[in-house]
């Protein structure tokens, strides 16, 4: 209503050939500056639809679109600004987002770690030998007892020392007093020497067994524990099978080399032999007593091969003894394998049969 009686003023003003009314001030005056503007705003718009109303055969179609355009741009504009400050505002949120998620994902991994870690602790907890474990509890406890100890001592001490002082201080005002303070002075220094010394040794005695412990302390930890010497025993068998099975190919490789230099051998002889009797035959062949002659040399050379085969195959035959005498020393070292792994097995089984008998022994116990 104010707004339309503003409006219904500035117009009558317009028409009074621009003269202002007290009224028409008062009423400017009386509205707060934020009003003022939207008043402004909207006085104009109302002022150009009013004069489009009242005179549009005045205004051409050219000036009516320009106005429309400007005021489809005015409404374009205001709405692209809102537009960003909403992008603003949503990338604001997706970042404040990814931050959240992002620090959720750490959260969530070094959980899942920390639950690593102790179940790793609980499962070398549970493997540890239960005696040792014990035993470390133990001196871990008197290590902590010691330590408290020590404190206390420490503060009984700094009690005692200021009791003496005190006593010192009292003694060498009564010896001021009565004029004797030489003999008591001697009393308190022997006193306070004899507390000194005694200080001393039960630091050098508390310092000899913090030593004892800690050696203690070394000892067990050089101890391994019933998984450690489960994983060296893995780890030294995988080693032997590595160097078993070079070992094994190495030997292989060799008796391949032999065989094949053997062979080589025996190829260049038979090659040396054919050459030998191919250049030797035309003139072997040309008179009687040398054929006869070179005859009784392929007689001989073949009663040399035959005889080398026999070496050959007797060699043969003595290889395949020595292959069976120790292929059945190897079955029954496979035999006594078979029987070690059980046997450790068993001994294992016991020693934590042991272990469970002892712990509930004590348990009975305390």
């Known amino acids: 209503l104010r707004i339309k009686t503003l409006m219904t003023g500035m117009a009558a003003m317009a028409t009074e050939e621009g003269k202002l009314t007290a009224s028409t001030v008062g009423q400017i005056v009386g509205l707060q500056s934020d009003a003022i503007k939207q008043i402004v705003s909207e006085y104009a718009e109302k002022q150009s639809e009013l004069s489009a109303e009242e005179r549009p055969e005045r205004l051409g179609a050219a000036q009516q679109h320009r106005r429309k355009v400007a005021s489809l741009n005015k409404q374009i504009l205001q709405k692209t600004k809102l537009l960003e400050e909403l992008q603003a505002k949503c990338a604001d949120l997706q970042a404040k987002c990814t931050e959240a998620k992002k620090t959720l994902t750490e959260v969530k991994s070094y959980s899942e770690k920390l639950d690593k870690e102790l179940a790793a602790l609980e499962t070398i907890e549970s493997q540890a030998d239960s005696s040792i474990l014990q035993s470390l509890r133990a001196l871990v406890a008197m290590n902590e007892n010691l330590k408290s100890q020590e404190q206390e001592f420490k503060a009984h001490c700094r009690e005692e020392m200021e009791r003496l002082q005190q006593n010192i201080e009292n003694l060498k005002a009564e010896a001021a007093e009565n004029g004797e303070e030489q003999e008591p002075n001697k009393v308190i220094e022997q006193q306070y020497k004899a507390e000194k010394e005694k200080l001393q040794k039960i630091r050098l005695l ?64 038979e090659v040396n032999l054919l050459n030998s009797i191919h250049d030797n035959f035309h003139q072997a062949m040309a008179s009687s007593g040398s054929r006869e002659q070179f005859l009784r040399q392929m007689e001989q050379i073949v009663e040399g091969i035959k005889q080398n085969r026999m070496k050959m195959e007797k060699k043969k035959q003595e290889n395949k003894m020595r292959r069976d005498q120790l292929n059945d020393e190897y079955l029954e070292l496979l035999e006594k394998q078979r029987l070690y792994f059980k046997t450790v097995k068993e001994f294992k089984e016991e020693c934590r049969k042991n272990e469970m008998l002892l712990s509930k022994l004590k348990a009975s116990s305390s």
């Not at 994983?231 to 070079?246: H, P």
């Not at 094949?260 to 260049?268: A, H, Q, S």
């Open 206 to 269: 508390l310092a000899r067994r913090n030593r004892e412990i800690a050696i203690l302390q070394r000892k067990i930890d050089e101890v391994p524990s019933r998984a450690e010497l489960t994983q060296y025993q893995k780890r030294f068998i995988e080693l032997y099978s590595q160097v078993s099975a070079t070992h094994k190919e190495t030997k292989q490789f060799f008796t391949l080399y032999n065989t094949l230099d053997d062979k080589k051998v025996y190829l260049e002889k």
